[in-house]
């Protein structure tokens, strides 16, 4: 229950407490009629309270129940952008090692067209 819901209750039953005095003090009825409207503003302040309570009751089970479905929309929306990360990651590993495959391969070229032109520069004849 939030801090106004509790100060609302608070308020309404202390007012209808001073109402009840107040009535009682200076209503020109009979104890038993007295006694009767006392316990008949209880019962109203009573009912009151409850039906207040209730409310907060019902409110804050609906904060409750947003403030879960907003952390589960944001669980699946990171996990989204987990997976997303990962896959671009992966892909980048990925080509990383075509591009090192591929620079090795044509160091390797490079390296027996150097070798032959040397063997063939020392030996006098074309290869």
Do not use: C, W
């Amino acid at each position: 229950m939030s801090e106004n819901s509790g100060d609302l209750l608070k308020g309404l039953i202390i007012g209808g407490l001073i109402g009840a005095a107040f009535g009682i003090l200076y209503a020109p009825k009979s104890g038993k009629e007295t006694r009767e409207d006392i316990a008949q503003t209880t019962e109203e302040l009573l009912n009151k309270a409850k039906e207040e309570y209730e409310k907060a009751v019902v409110k804050s089970q609906l904060v409750y129940e947003s403030a879960v479905k907003s952390l589960h929309e944001l669980e699946l929306s990171a996990k989204e952008k987990v997976e997303e990360v990962e896959s671009k990651v992966n892909e980048f590993a990925q080509q990383s090692v075509e591009t090192v495959q591929d620079n090795k391969n044509r160091l390797k070229k490079a390296i027996d067209a150097g070798v032959d032109a040397y063997r063939e520069e020392k030996s006098g004849k074309p290869a």
